[in-house]
């Protein structure tokens, strides 16, 4: 089955959840996906024996307008797009690697169509097992999660649907899934059932504080952001309310989450 993402998107991409795969309209700048597969994601799941999904995840890097490619690098920024199967891993939901970014930028995550849980977890700087904080975003479709500084994250995606984010990020550095693999996931292991998760501690960590689940603030005027309003648009539109991801330490971050 073929479903039209365009309105939560704000461009022309298609999900095809017999492939499955995004697809796109005429005149984007859209190339073929990396594959995120079970032999790379093997040391940061809770369950390492598992024989199968192969293919976890794909992720489509630098889709835009061709139009829109010198307002894309006057304002140093990338907008990707990335499909996640609802297949479990295990005992775990189906989720990804998980990364932090480099010195203090933060990212914009759109999802675009399903559900997702957003871990976000931030260490000491000077012991990456020592868990300072730990937030879990619930969002649907149309809804935007900021990652503030120093957050590193992982989606996942409890199901039953495909999921499907976008996101906004600064285009002058690249994600460091190092420490992720150290200490063999994230914070917590998500298990199912999809509709009553539980959340495992990691014990690979010295230090871990309880979570603190939210939800995304519905408007954020200051980063432009309205649900369901696509994203995409602010690039041409009002892109200086992106500026927050190239000087993530200029803002307030404390009103990008609500209680659930
Ligand atoms: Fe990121």
Not at 89 to 113: C, W
Request: net charge neutral; aromatic share 10%; with cysteine.
């Amino acid at each position: 089955m073929t479903t039209d993402l365009s309105n939560f998107c704000g461009l022309q991409i298609q999900l095809d959840t017999e492939k499955p795969a995004l697809t796109s309209g005429e005149g984007l700048n859209f190339s073929k996906p990396g594959v995120r597969t079970l032999q790379e994601m093997r040391e940061v799941l809770l369950d390492k024996a598992i024989n199968a999904p192969q293919e976890l995840y794909y992720m489509y890097r630098d889709v835009y307008e061709i139009s829109d490619k010198p307002l894309l690098e006057k304002h140093s920024l990338r907008f990707d797009l990335t499909l996640i199967k609802p297949d479990a891993l295990g005992r775990e939901l189906m989720k990804t690697a998980g990364h932090y970014h480099p010195g203090s930028f933060g990212e914009l995550y759109e999802v675009v169509a399903g559900r997702c849980y957003c871990l976000m977890q931030k260490c000491l700087a000077s012991d990456y097992q020592a868990i300072e904080e730990v937030i879990v975003v619930e969002a649907a479709a149309g809804e935007k999660i900021v990652i503030p500084p120093g957050f590193g994250h992982i989606l996942i995606n409890p199901g039953p649907k495909h999921l499907v984010t976008s996101n906004w990020v600064s285009s002058r550095f690249s994600s460091e899934y190092e420490l992720y693999k150290k200490a063999q996931g994230a914070a917590y292991f998500v298990i199912g059932p999809a509709d009553k998760p539980q959340f495992i501690p990691n014990p690979n960590f010295k230090k871990l504080p309880g979570i603190k689940f939210v939800r995304p603030a519905r408007v954020i005027e200051k980063f432009g952001l309205s649900s369901p309003a696509p994203m995409y648009p602010l690039i041409r539109q009002d892109a200086g309310k992106l500026d927050f991801l190239n000087r993530p330490l200029g803002f307030d971050y404390s009103d990008i989450f609500v209680k659930p």
